[in-house]
Nanobody, 128 residues
């Protein structure tokens, strides 16, 4: 198993930026894919972005494409989500997840991450 801890959330005005971090521990992450998901009040889990650990491939939800960037630091064993041009509809609890790097065609499907590891979440609030 992999233990994940998110940080970097907070309150920002529309148009502002935040960078979320997801630190991994307990097991090597080299064979994993990493993803970011979010859940707004009263709504279900939504896919945001993902990458293979090598950084060769990335995936983004249409709602964040061009505004958010997912990246990783091999030395720090940390995944980042840089969020620019934030909108009120981006307000949610953001979760980091890890799963085995397989079946890449399902990378953007939330149900495909069910058996993976999850962090505790970090709150992002964007005011108008």
């Amino acid at each position: 198993q992999v233990q994940l801890v998110e940080s970097g959330g907070g309150l920002v005005q529309a148009g502002g930026s935040l960078r979320l971090s997801c630190a991994a521990s307990g097991r090597s992450i080299s064979s994993y894919a990493m993803g970011w998901f979010r859940q707004a009040p009263g709504e279900g889990r939504e896919f945001v972005a993902a990458l293979t650990w090598s950084g060769i491939r990335t995936w983004y939800a249409d709602s964040v494409k061009g505004r958010f960037t997912i990246s990783r630091d091999n030395a720090k064993i940390t995944v980042y989500l840089q969020m620019n041009s934030l909108k009120p509809e981006d307000t949610a609890v953001y979760y980091c997840a890890a799963r085995q790097q397989a079946y890449l065609a399902t990378m953007t499907t939330p149900n495909a991450w069910t058996l993976g590891s999850w962090g505790q979440g970090t709150q992002v609030t964007v005011s108008s």
